[in-house]
């Protein structure tokens, strides 16, 4: 059954592209905020908004009970999650559905077992995917991940199980260092996420991140192609690409199948990513984990595919088949995407929430801001820091590099400090041009050159 009413139970820009595909689908929304949230972008523009709680998202967008009863108060028949917050929470789903609403994602279960690293590795396994080299599933103590370890190489990254975010993640260059770092792992493991297992894996030097967008209507699953996201400070996304400048058509066509047939043995329904590090030098790439769920960094493939993934998770929660065949999906141009963070790089990139005093946006028809920034809107300081996503297309990557510098010299924000000039010297930078560069790229270079906000 098609949704007639949607509950967007997320804030922020991610809050603003949901309602935005719902309504250019007919469907009704209703946006759930916090206290702090009464006059976000996503209120605005919403048929309807619900308060669901206090500021802090403990008590609001984590509180999984308070935004279900909220949209079966508002006559809502589904639930999108967004990215973040309950996401990728299985019993959040498994509540929604058993609530009688429709989960805008994949099930309870694939989310619990994509969810779990050390299952998801066993699930690629099974389907025939390339692993990085590691422990066979969960380490019980450090007497196990120190006998795992001999078997596995180092240096080994000993990693949570049930991390994201780069949380939980230690690398040992040897035995003593292991055995010391374990127990912080698994302290961080358990502080973050409830859950302190650890599982080990071989670290691959200087790798590249890719990751493949998927869609499955939970019989099939097809591939939009992949994204590179090697630049990342502190293990967090900052500038993304699509397609990938390092993959050749041979092995584009056998990491994106990879995924593609991992997506199809895991009956995943809606949109998903699954990532995988690239070892360029051995010509290798290996699954590392799955995101089950919409990602920050979608609208680089909607802008080379020309897909609306946002419309196609609605559709397919609804109940449709994949609108289109494999075949279907090509591939047109380069788009490039950095995120604009309310962020003081010459402060360790501290946090700068404010009141947005101007906001000036590139007019280009080849530019998209996705954001929740409008003028005279005071960004709370409760959450992500994150103002929104500038997205160029153009057709060959080196165009559109020059069309990132040019909408970033267009691109005003006066009020919160903010990232452009992260963005505006990457886009200047050599290295970055060449496409010379890795996940272990950023942090160096920018203690090399420290930056100030604007």
């Not at 066979?136 to 007497?143: I, R």
């Not at 502190?234 to 397609?243: F, G, N, T």
């Not at 329904?269 to 960094?297: K, P, S, W, Y």
């Not at 360790?348 to 000036?360: I, R, Y």
Request: overall charge negative; glycine content about 8%; aromatic content about 6%.
């Amino acid at each position: 059954m098609a949704i007639r009413r949607l509950f967007v139970a997320n804030r922020g820009e991610i809050a603003v592209r949901v309602v935005r595909a719902a309504q250019a689908l007919g469907i009704e929304t209703v946006q759930a905020y916090s206290e702090a949230d009464a006059d976000m972008l996503a209120v605005r523009l919403a048929d309807k908004a619900v308060c669901v709680g206090p500021p802090q998202a403990a008590k609001s967008y984590l509180n999984g009970a308070a935004l279900i009863a909220a949209a079966k108060d508002a006559g809502c028949d589904a639930v999108h999650p967004g990215y973040g917050f309950l996401s990728e929470n299985a019993a959040f789903a498994n509540a929604v559905e058993e609530a009688g609403l429709i989960f805008v994602g994949p099930s309870g279960k694939t989310i619990a077992r994509m969810g779990d690293k050390a299952a998801a590795r066993e699930a690629a396994k099974e389907a025939g995917v390339p692993v990085v080299p590691g422990s066979d599933g969960l380490v019980a103590d450090e007497e196990a991940a120190v006998e795992a370890a001999r078997t596995v190489g180092y240096p080994v990254m000993v990693k949570a199980a049930a991390g994201g975010g780069g949380r939980g993640i230690r690398i040992a260059a040897d035995e003593d260092e292991l055995r010391r770092i374990a127990p912080q792992a698994r302290a961080e493991a358990q502080a973050a996420f409830g859950d302190g297992s650890l599982y080990l894996e071989r670290v691959v030097s200087q790798p590249r991140h890719i990751e493949v967008q998927i869609l499955g209507d939970g019989r099939d699953a097809i591939h939009c192609f992949e994204r590179e996201c090697s630049l990342q400070r502190r293990r967090q996304k900052v500038w993304e690409e699509a397609p990938a400048a390092c993959l050749d058509p041979a092995m584009r066509e056998k990491i994106c199948t990879s995924a593609a047939d991992l997506a199809r043995s895991v009956a995943y329904r809606g949109a998903g990513t699954v990532e995988f590090l690239f070892d360029e030098a051995a010509g290798e790439f290996f699954f590392i984990e799955m995101n089950t769920r919409i990602q920050v960094e979608h609208p680089v493939t909607e802008m080379v595919t020309g897909i609306d993934l946002v419309a196609e998770m609605l559709k397919i929660a609804g109940g449709e088949k994949l609108s289109f065949s494999q075949d279907d999906v090509t591939l047109s141009g380069h788009a490039i995407e950095v995120r604009i963070n309310a962020e003081d790089p010459a402060m360790q990139f501290m946090p700068s929430p404010g009141v947005v005093e101007k906001l000036v946006l590139p007019t280009s028809d080849a530019v998209r801001f996705d954001t929740m920034l409008y003028e005279g809107y005071a960004i709370p300081p409760f959450y992500d820091s994150l103002l929104g996503k500038l997205i160029v297309h153009a057709p060959t990557r080196d165009a559109a590099i020059d069309a990132m510098a040019a909408a970033l010299e267009t691109l005003t924000i006066v009020g919160p400090k903010t990232t452009i000039a992260l963005h505006k010297a990457l886009a200047r930078d050599d290295s970055v041009r060449a496409g010379a560069f890795h996940t272990q790229f950023l942090e160096p270079w920018l203690e090399a050159a420290p930056l100030a906000a604007e």
